[in-house]
């Protein structure tokens, strides 16, 4: 898969609707790792604007849920364990 975190807003928007549930929350996933360690202003406002585009992708996929089943996954003991 493409590296979606550094494609522009408008290709990540389009590609977001195709992607699994699994592939959506990694991608969530690295956004978040990418904000945290973000040194430049520029590159952060673009992550964060990734970060708002995915976290309504997961929204719409899980209606009223308040993304906890990306918080879920996120805290699955087989996602935690080393590959």
């Not at 590159?43 to 964060?48: A, D, K, P, Q, R």
């Not at 906890?68 to 935690?80: A, C, I, T």
Request: glycine share 2%.
């Amino acid at each position: 898969m493409t590296n979606l975190a550094t494609v522009p807003e408008r290709e990540l928007a389009s590609a977001l609707e195709t992607m699994t549930d699994e592939e959506l929350f990694e991608l969530m996933a690295d956004l978040e790792r990418r904000s945290e360690s973000s040194d430049h202003a520029s590159s952060t406002n673009e992550v964060l604007a990734k970060i708002v585009l995915t976290e309504s992708a997961i929204e719409k996929r899980f209606p009223g849920q308040m993304l906890l089943p990306y918080k879920d996954w996120k805290n699955r003991p087989d996602r935690l364990a080393p590959r």
